[in-house]
T-cell receptor, first 115, second 113 residues
Framework: NAGVMQNPRHLVRRRGQEARLRCSPM?????VYWYRQLPEEGLKFMVY????????ESGMPKERFSAEFPKEGPSILRIQQVVRGDSAAYFC?????????????FGEGSWLTVV | DAKTTQPTSMDCAEGRAANLPCNHS???????VYWYRQIHSQGPQYIIH???NNETNEMASLIITEDRKSSTLILPHATLRDTAVYYC??????????????FGKGTLLTVNP
């Protein structure tokens, strides 16, 4: 059973460009979470999604950031007009339906560098 | 905010047991204790979780006190590859409003040769 797959693993963007990070949850998992880890800081929750629904986006910056988890395909975290402060590791995690015990498993992360 | 308290750092000799403590004095009756670790430049790795009984798997053992206000993660034979930041997190399993993991600063465990 493949784990949570994230790509790209490393992404370099110039200021003002867009960054798209993709996450394929584990097989059978319908819940996706995105976390951000700034350099030398802890993991911060960004957003929690179920298929086609954003459940909790309380950790998302108000502007430039968006997330989706369509019916088909991976979850996407999109950052528009990137700035140097967006440079961080972005981790995706997934869990199965909450009715069956929902341990959360993480991917290996996508490292965004804004130059 | 995280609802757990952990030491900032610990050291352990290779081959010895590593015992990582965690205080969670405000834990609710339906909250589980979860342990994750993060090796440098990798994603957080799930280790183990439990409610009130002690738990053991291939990675570690989890000892929860009877009053559930604290717990200890035990790595029975630590190796250099166990050097990581270990996070103790309380969370409701199976839904509810506390579905997400809230990470604190964790404990940096350094396993020395």
């Amino acid at each position: 059973n493949a784990g949570v797959m994230q790509n790209p693993r490393h992404l370099v963007r110039r200021r003002g460009q867009e960054a798209r990070l993709r996450c394929s949850p584990m097989k059978g998992h319908s819940h996706v979470y995105w976390y951000r880890q700034l350099p030398e800081e802890g993991l911060k929750f960004m957003v929690y999604l179920q298929k086609e629904n954003i459940i909790d986006e309380s950790g998302m910056p108000k502007e430039r950031f968006s997330a989706e988890f369509p019916k088909e395909g991976p979850s996407i975290l999109r950052i528009q007009q990137v700035v140097r402060g967006d440079s961080a590791a972005y981790f995706c995690a997934s869990s199965p339906s909450t009715t069956a015990g929902n341990t959360i498993y993480f991917g290996e992360g996508s490292w965004l560098t804004v130059v | 905010d995280a609802k757990t308290t952990q030491p900032t750092s610990m050291d352990c000799a290779e081959g010895r047991a590593a015992n990582l403590p965690c205080n969670h004095s405000t834990i609710s009756g339906n909250e589980y204790v979860y342990w994750y670790r993060q090796i440098h430049s990798q994603g957080p790795q799930y280790i183990i979780h439990g409610l009130k009984n002690n738990e053991t798997n291939e990675m570690a053992s989890l000892i929860i006190t009877e009053d559930r206000k604290s717990s200890t993660l035990i790595l029975p034979h630590a190796t250099l590859r166990d050097t990581a930041v270990y996070y103790c997190i309380v969370r409701v399993e199976g839904g509810g409003s506390n579905y997400k993991l809230t990470f604190g600063k964790g404990t940096l465990l350094t396993v020395n040769p």
